[in-house]
């Protein structure tokens, strides 16, 4: 049986990647978001422990779960700190997905697979797609999608900080895709992406029709 491909889907933070991801679902994918799986690795007991070993016991919360928002505040704030948590949780979250990426294989149903993964490429995951989306949206978009969530500049800093150069990102695609404005438009983008790379007939659309 052959492999199924992968897609890749990366950008900056508040580019809209999930949308992205999602779309790519409708149209024949299985989406594999890494970010709630890693929200599972921090419920596992082993690494659970690390991080109460390593950053102490007021990063866990009233029910004895890792409160993110206060792991998150060491983290981005100090480039070993999150070294050492990515050295526990990537390692849990790359077999997760190979998991679902070898049950995926056998369903008749999903033509391909989408990996929505924020640190794919810091994570070094590009071998594990075939293919890689660079999501893009102009700056004050990005800003003000961000600012609607409550961020606030030094939150904004810190993430980005964290994570490779936008153009570094957009260096490893494969193709980039405009998420600024209309969802059609991405949606367009997407379908003329997927029969380039012979994982779709080209939908009909309006346009295309005869009056």
């Known amino acids: 049986m052959a492999r199924k491909p992968v897609i890749g889907v990366v950008g900056g933070i508040g580019v809209g990647k999930s949308t992205v991801a999602g779309l790519?679902?409708?149209?024949?994918?299985?989406?594999?978001?890494?970010?709630?799986?890693?929200?599972?690795?921090?419920r596992d007991p082993?690494?659970?422990?690390?991080?109460?070993?390593?950053?102490?016991?007021?990063?866990?919360?009233?029910?004895?779960?890792?409160?993110r928002r206060k792991?998150?505040?060491?983290?981005?704030a100090d480039t070993q700190a999150r070294r050492d948590l990515e050295a526990w949780v990537h390692p849990w979250v790359r077999q997760k997905v190979?998991?679902?990426?070898?049950?995926?294989?056998h369903d008749p149903e999903v033509r391909f697979l989408v990996l929505d993964a924020a640190v794919m490429l810091e994570a070094g995951w590009r071998d594990s797609c075939?293919?890689?989306?660079?999501?893009?949206?102009?700056?004050?978009?990005?800003?003000?999608?961000?600012?609607?969530?409550?961020?606030?500049?030094?939150?904004?800093?810190?993430?980005?900080?964290a994570q490779w150069p936008l153009a570094e990102k957009a260096r490893w695609a494969d193709a980039i895709v405009r998420n600024g404005g209309d969802l059609e438009e991405t949606a367009r983008q997407l379908d003329d992406l997927l029969v380039a790379w012979n994982l779709?007939?080209?939908?009909?659309?309006?346009?295309?029709?005869?009056?």
Not at 24 to 42: E, S, T, Y
Not at 98 to 105: K, L
Not at 138 to 158: F, K, M, N, S, Y
């Open 200 to 211: 779709a007939d080209r939908p009909t659309r309006r346009s295309d029709s005869a009056e």
């Open 130 to 161: 075939d293919y890689l989306i660079f999501v893009d949206v102009p700056r004050d978009v990005q800003l003000q999608r961000l600012r609607a969530r409550g961020w606030t500049a030094e939150h904004i800093a810190a993430r980005e900080k």
């Open 71 to 76: 792991l998150g505040e060491i983290v981005f």
């Open 24 to 42: 790519l679902a409708a149209r024949g994918g299985r989406l594999i978001a890494a970010d709630p799986i890693a929200h599972q690795a921090l």
């Open 98 to 105: 190979h998991q679902i990426r070898d049950h995926a294989e």
């Open 46 to 67: 082993w690494i659970r422990e690390q991080i109460v070993a390593r950053f102490g016991p007021h990063v866990i919360d009233a029910q004895g779960e890792v409160d």
